[in-house]
């Protein structure tokens, strides 16, 4: 069943390529209002495409925010339904000067295809929906029951899906998910994605002194804010990179062999790593480094400001100074749990009579992990196997892909990461491309996952399936 399906997709893979320029060429920057009309335009044109394809009950999904795109094809009686997950928004093209064609305005060149969205994840998502369409149209069916979740606000931090998914929460109910976005880990190495890490954040002030005051008059007798803010942030980690923020990582799940010999097996050239963004190593020593940004939880601080910071001088001691602070989780970690002892910890080494006060909580996710012996991931590995010619590394990502802690949690089902993307390709920055042969590849794993998913009973995911707790 598959190879026909895949025959057909390859056969089309030009008009295919040609759909993703045109979609690529719809500017759906979330995070900006600016950017309205080309997001209303490009969930017209993934509405279209639902439709166009036989997929039915297509809709949005609306929660408040940027809806999600919405298609089933329930024709599968007894075997599994899966959602179909990726998302539409992209990140914003700006520094647009470092762009070498303009982000929307897709680019061909030496097998890649550049654009903003191409590899995260416009490409791969449309991967998902063609062989949708393609079992349709050769098969009259699928191997199994599909429900598409096409998410508009997963560049910033999905904020509203919670309140989707409660809203239509049986219209979601399902045996897992299949993701289309989280992509291969190497660029040499047979990968699968098998999970997450987590995201809690919070936003630090701290007042010195009721106003701001001329540093000639108060200079050497007062606190200053962003000394005082400087010097508490500074104390999460010591000098080699450690946390030290007490017990925020005593219920994190102990790593096991696999993952120590994975992440080994994945761990690449560390000066290369380094010198990529011309950084300065930093972190636990008893880690390697791909440990450290895939398996060991992580505090940063990504923004601090106060006082004066417009051109010029302004001789001034600011009264308040502000930080961002966010912190990647691991499993076992909650991440409500996390968020608080970092804030017992700031407070516990706060100055006597500086005053600090934190962001209300919210926006966090919790990490994921498919478990060993998931239909998912047993189907997967035997379709990367065939493919590659051998077993696949089981990967974790180091970012935070919120829908997999968040259908986990809300829907009790578990999702696999099937993205075609590669880690070089330039996501979030300017000159971001998708490989030609990763659309192939793509056209061809798709069918064949689905196709073996098919084999199987709805029944065999039932021990898979947890009682959601949202």
């Known amino acids: 069943?598959?190879?026909?399906?895949?025959?057909?997709?390859?056969?089309?893979?030009?008009?295919?390529?040609?759909?993703?320029?045109?979609?690529?060429r719809l500017p759906s920057v979330s995070t900006d209002p600016a950017y309205a009309e080309g997001m209303e335009a490009t969930r017209a044109f993934l509405l279209n495409r639902l439709t166009e394809l036989g997929l039915e009950n297509v809709r949005l999904l609306d929660g408040g925010g940027q809806p999600a795109v919405y298609g089933e094809w329930l024709g599968a009686p007894g075997k599994p339904t899966i959602v179909v997950y990726g998302h539409y928004d992209?990140?914003?093209?700006?520094?647009?000067?470092?762009?070498?064609?303009?982000?929307?305005?897709?680019s061909i060149r030496d097998g890649r295809l550049y654009a903003r969205g191409a590899s995260d994840v416009k490409g791969s998502t449309l991967i998902a929906v063609e062989t949708i369409g393609a079992f349709l149209a050769v098969e009259g069916g699928c191997p199994v029951n599909v429900k598409f979740f096409l998410e508009g606000e997963e560049e910033t931090?999905?904020?509203?899906?919670?309140?989707?998914?409660?809203?239509?929460?049986?219209?979601l109910a399902a045996d897992a998910v299949l993701s289309a976005d989280g992509g291969r880990a190497?660029?040499?190495?047979p990968t699968l994605n098998t999970g997450s890490r987590g995201l809690c954040k919070l936003?630090?002030?701290?007042?010195?002194?009721?106003?701001?005051?001329?540093?000639?008059?108060?200079?050497?007798?007062?606190?200053?804010?962003?000394?005082?803010?400087?010097?508490?942030?500074?104390?999460?980690?010591?000098?080699?990179?450690?946390?030290?923020?007490?017990?925020?990582?005593?219920?994190?799940?102990?790593?096991?062999?696999?993952?120590?010999?994975?992440?080994?097996?994945?761990?690449?050239?560390?000066?290369?790593?380094?010198?990529?963004?011309?950084?300065?190593?930093?972190?636990?020593?008893?880690?390697?480094?791909?440990?450290?940004?895939?398996?060991?939880?992580?505090?940063?601080?990504?923004?601090?400001?106060?006082?004066y910071t417009g051109a010029g001088s302004k001789t001034v001691i600011p009264a308040e100074a502000h930080a961002k602070i966010t912190a990647r989780l691991v499993p076992g970690q909650d991440a409500d749990r996390a968020r608080q002892r970092i804030v017992d910890h700031l407070r516990a080494h706060c100055p006597e009579g500086v005053v600090l006060e934190f962001s209300p909580p919210g926006g966090n996710s919790p990490s994921s992990t498919l478990p060993d012996g998931h239909p998912l991931l047993v189907a997967a590995e035997a379709v990367v196997r065939e493919a590659a010619g051998r077993a696949p590394a089981r990967a974790r990502i180091g970012g935070t892909l919120p829908i997999t802690g968040i259908f986990q949690e809300m829907l009790g089902i578990d999702t696999l990461m099937f993205g075609y993307a590669m880690p070089d390709e330039d996501v979030h920055a300017p000159n971001e491309f998708f490989r030609l042969s990763s659309l192939e590849d793509g056209l061809r794993g798709w069918p064949a996952l689905l196709s073996r998913l098919g084999g199987q009973d709805a029944a065999a995911f039932a021990p898979w399936r947890k009682a959601p707790t949202a």
């Open 1 to 24: 069943m598959s190879q026909a399906v895949a025959d057909h997709l390859i056969a089309q893979k030009d008009a295919i390529l040609d759909r993703l320029m045109a979609l690529l």
């Open 186 to 189: 190497s660029t040499s190495i």
């Open 203 to 307: 936003e630090v002030t701290l007042r010195a002194a009721g106003k701001d005051m001329h540093s000639g008059r108060y200079g050497g007798a007062v606190r200053n804010a962003i000394h005082e803010l400087s010097r508490l942030v500074s104390t999460l980690h010591d000098a080699q990179g450690r946390i030290l923020v007490p017990d925020f990582d005593s219920d994190a799940t102990p790593l096991t062999n696999r993952d120590r010999a994975d992440a080994a097996e994945l761990a690449g050239d560390d000066g290369a790593f380094f010198a990529g963004p011309a950084a300065l190593p930093h972190g636990d020593p008893l880690y390697s480094v791909r440990e450290r940004v895939t398996l060991r939880p992580s505090i940063d601080v990504n923004g601090m400001w106060g006082g």
């Open 90 to 106: 992209v990140q914003p093209p700006d520094p647009l000067g470092l762009w070498v064609t303009p982000p929307f305005e897709p």
């Open 157 to 171: 931090g999905s904020p509203s899906i919670r309140r989707i998914i409660e809203t239509h929460r049986e219209l």
